[in-house]
């Protein structure tokens, strides 16, 4: 299940549109460099309206049809996904690092030094049909969240 946070926590869609995949992205997603993908640009932020994640999520471009006007309708990407595929995801975690990261997110983080954050990349599983249907990138304060990676991350 779902952990309920013990504070508010919204999450701000920031940007939504298709676009060539890069090479990288293609590469997790299975797709071919430079098929279209979506990218989904968001952030999370507490009741106080301090940012704790700024993230990116690409998508293949034919997973929700009309997920444009779809993710403005609904809160979560995870349900609109299980929603859409019919199934349960299985998120698979590929890097995790403390490390700084770039101006653009520090200063939405309100930090006007470079303090470290958790930089994470994970990917959402179905199936063997379609085995990652979002690819997540992102950046975490490290002085919000406590990362724990399980013994078995491929399991998580």
């Given at each position: 299940?779902?952990l309920?946070?013990?504070?508010?926590v919204?999450?701000?869609i920031?940007?939504?549109?298709?676009?060539?995949a890069p090479?990288d992205?293609?590469?997790?997603l299975?797709?071919?460099?430079?098929?279209e993908?979506v990218l989904?640009?968001?952030?999370?932020v507490?009741?106080d309206?301090?940012?704790v994640v700024?993230?990116?999520?690409?998508?293949?471009a034919?997973?929700?049809?009309d997920?444009?006007?779809e993710?403005?309708?609904?809160d979560?990407?995870?349900?609109?996904?299980?929603r859409?595929?019919?199934?349960?995801?299985?998120?698979?975690?590929?890097?995790v690092?403390?490390?700084?990261?770039?101006l653009?997110?520090s200063k939405?983080?309100?930090?006007?030094?470079r303090?470290?954050a958790?930089?994470i990349?994970?990917?959402n599983?179905l199936?063997?049909?379609?085995?990652?249907?979002?690819?997540?990138?992102?950046?975490?304060?490290?002085d919000v969240f406590r990362v724990l990676l399980?013994?078995?991350p491929v399991?998580?």
């Amino acid at each position: 299940g779902r952990l309920t946070p013990a504070v508010e926590v919204r999450t701000l869609i920031r940007r939504v549109d298709r676009r060539p995949a890069p090479d990288d992205v293609a590469e997790v997603l299975g797709l071919e460099e430079g098929d279209e993908v979506v990218l989904v640009v968001r952030e999370r932020v507490l009741g106080d309206d301090s940012t704790v994640v700024w993230g990116r999520s690409w998508l293949p471009a034919d997973v929700v049809p009309d997920i444009e006007a779809e993710l403005w309708r609904h809160d979560g990407l995870t349900d609109l996904l299980e929603r859409h595929l019919g199934g349960s995801l299985r998120r698979r975690w590929y890097h995790v690092e403390l490390e700084l990261p770039p101006l653009h997110v520090s200063k939405l983080f309100g930090h006007d030094d470079r303090e470290l954050a958790w930089w994470i990349e994970s990917a959402n599983e179905l199936d063997a049909d379609r085995p990652v249907v979002e690819l997540s990138q992102g950046w975490l304060r490290a002085d919000v969240f406590r990362v724990l990676l399980p013994e078995d991350p491929v399991a998580v």
